[in-house]
């Protein structure tokens, strides 16, 4: 049987710049793993002399990210690289979480839960990363069959007890609409991912929950996936085109 590998994005990027103009600079990608929490890293730097002739150069390695509050920096943007030439010479820049060009989306419905119980309530989610690593996000809910108590980001559930874990709340924004209660609406911001949900988000690894009062579990759920600004959907010169009400 043929081993099929599973292709990653890049999790983290920086752009590496001089302190004065040389037309010298560098771009960083980094892959992260959350199981190993091992940052592996390429740069290639354009622009660099050596003997007064224009080369490019690249450069490879590994970090082991193995303090919590190191990972915690990573995720926000409060980390930076420095590359120091024999020279003197420094190219620098900030580690970030890689910009998508786009946005996350979620279609949040009953038959992704747990229970995956039939009913005719729907939502929507949808989520832009920031470079300091915070999420903007703006759910909408509809026709819920009793009163949201909880909205949540949470990781996929695992196979061996089907339970998911918790990466934060995002319940205090939530509103409900003024003529109709059984909808609602949250818009906010979340600050505190970690290295490992930024990993997961990039690669379409997070879900939104909607968790109501009857039943205590999820009424609605929907996995986060990237979507392009421009994305539409043409087919035998029909157009489908979309937009999202909040």
Known sequence: MQEVRVQFLKTFSSILIPPKPSGEGGVVSIDYNPRTRMASYDINLEGVAQSALPLTSKLSGKW??????????????????????????RLTGSIQPRLMCGVF????????????????SAGSAVIQIGEDGSLDYKIRVANME???????LQTASSKENRK???????????????LDKSSGWANGTYKRLGAEDVFRLLNNQLYISVATGKPRRAALRG??????????????????SYELLF
Do not use: P
Request: net charge positive; proline share 0%.
């Open 64 to 89: 082991r990210v193995a303090k919590r509050r190191y990972r915690k920096q990573l995720a926000r943007g409060r980390l930076r690289m420095r590359i120091t030439f024999s020279d003197g010479r």
């Open 105 to 120: 989306q979620a279609v949040l419905t009953s038959g992704q839960t747990v229970d995956k119980k039939r009913t005719s």
């Open 146 to 152: 009793n009163d949201v108590t909880r909205l949540r």
């Open 164 to 178: 998911s874990r918790l990466v934060g709340n995002l319940k205090r924004k939530y509103v409900s609409d003024t």
């Open 223 to 240: 996995r986060l996936v990237n979507t392009e600004y421009h994305e539409h959907f043409k087919k035998e010169g029909m157009a489908l």
